[in-house]
């Protein structure tokens, strides 16, 4: 068994159980988040069994899907996203978690292509109000929920979240309910949600907890990252 391989394991074991101890009875899915990693190492981890990859960096990524294209993988779009990189995005990615404003979800819908599925999304929450973090606050997801909900090549599926960065897990779980509070306000308000993208490789076991259904795993899976790409 490769390192990846093991880790992979170790990382989905922990999932299985804090699952299982969840008071939301939900189904986790892992989403290998694999920016500055090789091709190499995205295959490796596929012949491991994992299939749902995510990437932040947009060349880097398509670079990574032209030497992949032998392999059946859901690629996930989490990184911010500007205006001028919504067309590759919306005609290389099954997902893109990381939507805040409409402006992006407009270009998105409107470079979808016609052959392919909707464009599954989730709104990017800012509830750590950290200026230097993207994301919509709280107070405007109603509104740009309704708006994204008119356009047809876009699936609103939920919510993700980066709280701000902390080892003390009480303050992990008040972030994570914090988000969690916004999608059941949203839910409340009639929009038909299923997903809650929260929890890293530090922080995703209290995530879970709080009814997570993606948890974004990088540095448990492969190691400490390269430097980064730059696009």
Known sequence: MTII???????????????????FKQQVKLVAVSKAQTADAVREAYQAGQTIFG??????????????????????FIGPIQSNKTQPISQNFDWVHSVDRLKIAQRLND??????????????????????????????????????????????RGLMA??????????????????????????????????????????YLPAIAQGATFVRIGSAIFGARPAKVLN
Not at 123 to 148: H, R, W
């Open 162 to 203: 980066i709280p701000a960065p902390s080892k003390d897990v009480t303050q992990q779980t008040a972030q994570f309910k914090q988000v969690r509070q916004c999608y059941d306000a949203l839910l409340a308000q009639g929009f038909a949600l299923d997903t809650l993208s929260i929890g890293m490789s530090d922080d």
């Open 111 to 156: 470079a979808r292509p016609a052959d392919l599925a909707p464009l599954q999304i989730c709104l990017q929450v800012n509830v750590s109000n950290e200026d230097s973090k993207s994301g919509v606050a709280p107070a405007d997801l109603a509104a740009l929920a309704s708006e994204i909900k008119k356009l047809p090549k876009l699936t609103l």
């Open 55 to 76: 990437e932040n960096y947009l060349q880097e990524a398509l670079d990574k899907q032209q030497l992949l294209t032998d392999l059946n993988i859901e690629w996930h």
């Open 5 to 23: 391989a093991y880790r992979l394991q170790e990382v989905i074991a922990a999932i299985q159980h804090a699952q299982d101890a969840s008071p």
